[in-house]
């Protein structure tokens, strides 16, 4: 027992270091993809390093859940390819304990990691999303980073249009200044026109405040005549004059609360309530539209309306007696053809309108649908990622015991490439059940269902010590499924210690000769036969079998020969098959077989002489 608290404690340790490291990674690798999506919110605003601090520390509030699994799987394919590339996993498995049993301490420190991850996901990630939320949308409204360029107008102040023809970046003063300002309306624009000028802003960073010098302004005057072709003008000249821009450069927070309304600022509680609540609203729409669309646009008469109402339902039948219903037809072509147009005009309006309508209506309830459908999914997939963490554990452990490989290299690639299965499967089951062609609930547990069964399949593999990743099993197996052959490569050796017996090889090679011929015309003369006896009744043949395990015996035999010769027609020599299959390839093996042996016998024969 206390072999095995030691062995825990340092598994344990190994991990819980390798886990830190690789969940900073984790969530760099993730920070960096969000940045990426959202570059363009953050350059050419103007930010300050608090604002771009709050807005990463938000942002790593919130990829922290998805991190998690990442970091798991990454430090348990590292951990465990360690211990197996140390040999330490065999040590383990030779003192009797399995594998799964080396997993014990680990399994605990997953689930209560997936229960942080879930209390995360509850309780730090929407107020996180609420922040970030609100820090993007006053980004986006925030004033762009003033930047004039020379030679065009700048549109970028409101209700301003200011050229600068030449800027000097040394003193910072603008020269050859043209602004327009078209504050007071179009009707009466302001233009001035400087030789130079100098830009600042004020302390509250509220105000533009422009330094002009050597300069004309020139305004129309209110009231004149202005549809005349001289109309009244104000000309100013001055040697400096100061001109007022408002221009709010600061970041000014939007209500946080506006965002309460998104299902990723909601825990799980909040989620269940508001999704009965929006069910509710959708149910009540629902029957609503369909009241108003049965007595307007569809209208369907229906007898036991009005079950509950005898008077009413009375009233209905006698006002349906008295209709006659006039032949659409006749009362047509009665029509002058002034009113035929304005019938069939009429009649298209009202087809029209009764489109729009129902048109609005679907499209308001496929909204409430789609708000339904999310709130499901994000309260799904704060379960469903939570759970991830020890799905991944199960992947990752176990495939870093196969692989045994430890480091950065090949557990990385490994992890990576899971990953990405792992998002793309979620990514895609996701988005088609928002469309609403899946169940909500399913989408996010089908990752989990597809990486299931391969955790399950890798932890039995390795606690059994099955082989999986031996490409040589691989091949041999797609070989003897597919007739490949393996060529024979034999080369002279070395050392010899034991000469072959030349006369006894040569003997048994004339011996192994003939049965091939022999065994070669029977196969041609009963190809179908020996196909019914040894494929459909899958006998042994024995007389096959014979020749394969003779001619193995030879070879073995002239592999201890001095002559170059021998070893080239010993590498001509194919390894025979005795599985009942591919008697065409057999034939010209035993072709080959027949061929090689008669070059075999007779340089045997001559080294013999030369003997």
């Known amino acids: 027992m206390r072999i095995i608290k030691k062995l825990d404690q340092y598994i344990f340790k190994n991990f819980i270091t390798l886990f830190a490291g690789t969940f900073c990674i984790s969530l760099f690798a993730v920070m960096m993809q969000f940045l990426w999506k959202y570059v363009d919110e953050l350059v050419g605003k103007g930010l300050g390093m608090d604002v771009i601090a709050k807005f990463f520390f938000y942002a790593a509030e919130t990829l922290v859940p998805t991190a998690l699994p990442l970091a798991v799987l990454l430090a348990s394919l590292i951990a465990f390819g360690n211990l197996g590339e140390r040999l330490e996993l065999l040590s383990i498995k030779a003192a009797g304990i399995s594998l799964f049993r080396s997993f014990y301490s680990l399994i605990v420190f997953v689930v209560i990691l997936a229960g942080i991850s879930l209390y995360f996901q509850d309780v730090v990630g929407p107020q996180a999303q609420k922040n970030l939320l609100q820090l993007r949308a006053s980004m986006a409204q925030k004033s762009p980073e003033l930047e004039i360029p020379e030679g065009v107008f700048y549109d970028g102040i409101d209700g301003i249009n200011l050229y600068v023809k030449q800027k000097d970046e040394a003193t910072g003063m603008l020269h050859d200044v043209v602004i327009y300002n078209m504050r007071d309306g179009v009707d009466n624009v ?58 709010d450069m600061n970041l000014n927070l939007i209500d946080a609360e506006a965002f309460s309304y998104s299902e990723k600022t909601k825990n799980l509680s909040k989620l269940l309530v508001d999704i009965d609540s929006l069910q509710q609203s959708a149910d009540s729409l629902g029957h609503s539209y369909f009241n108003e669309m049965r007595d307007g646009a569809l209208y369907i008469y229906d007898p036991n309306r009005f079950e509950n109402d005898t008077a009413r339902a009375n009233e209905m039948k006698e006002k349906l007696a008295k209709v006659e219903t006039p032949v659409f037809d006749s009362v047509f072509v009665k029509m002058k053809p002034s009113e035929q147009q304005s019938a069939v005009r009429w009649a298209l309006n009202r087809v029209e309108q009764q489109q729009m309508g129902m048109d609005f209506k679907q499209d308001m309830m496929e909204r409430q649908d789609r708000a339904i459908r999310k709130h499901w999914i994000s309260f799904w997939q704060k379960i469903m990622m939570s759970l991830t963490c020890i799905l991944f554990f199960f992947v990752g452990a176990p495939l870093g015991a196969i692989i045994r490989k430890g480091g950065l290299g090949l557990p990385v690639v490994v992890a990576v490439i899971i990953f990405i299965i792992y998002y793309i499967v979620d990514t895609g089951a996701t988005n088609t059940a928002l469309e609403g062609s899946i169940p909500a609930w399913l989408g996010p547990c089908i990752s989990m269902i597809v990486l299931t069964p391969v955790g399950i399949f890798f932890t039995v593999k390795a606690n059994n010590d099955s082989v999986v990743f031996n490409i040589d099993s691989y091949k041999a197996f797609f070989r003897k499924l597919l007739g490949i052959r393996v060529k024979r490569h034999l080369v002279k050796k070395e050392v010899i210690i034991n000469d072959p017996d030349y006369p006894a090889v040569a003997e ?89 042996n008669e070059h075999l016998i007779q340089t045997i024969n001559g080294y013999k002489k030369d003997i």
């Open 508 to 596: 048994r090679l004339l011996a192994l000769t003939h049965e091939c011929k022999a065994y070669r015309k029977g196969v041609r003369r009963l190809l179908l036969i020996q196909l019914l006896i040894h494929v459909i009744r899958n006998r042994r043949d024995e007389k096959l079998e014979w020749i394969s395990n003779e001619l193995e015996a030879c070879v073995e035999e002239l592999s201890n020969a001095k002559d170059r010769a021998i070893f080239y027609y010993l590498n001509r020599l194919p390894i025979i098959r005795t599985e009942p299959r591919f008697y065409n390839r057999l034939r010209k093996d035993l072709k080959a077989v027949i061929e090689a």
């Open 190 to 247: 302001h233009i001035i026109l400087s030789d130079s000028a100098r830009l600042e802003t004020s302390s509250d960073k509220q105000f533009l405040l422009l330094h002009l010098y050597s300069g004309e302004q020139f305004e129309n005057l209110p009231g004149g005549m202005l549809n005349t072709q001289f109309a009244p003008y104000r000309r100013e000249t001055f040697v400096q004059k100061q001109f007022l821009i408002d221009f």
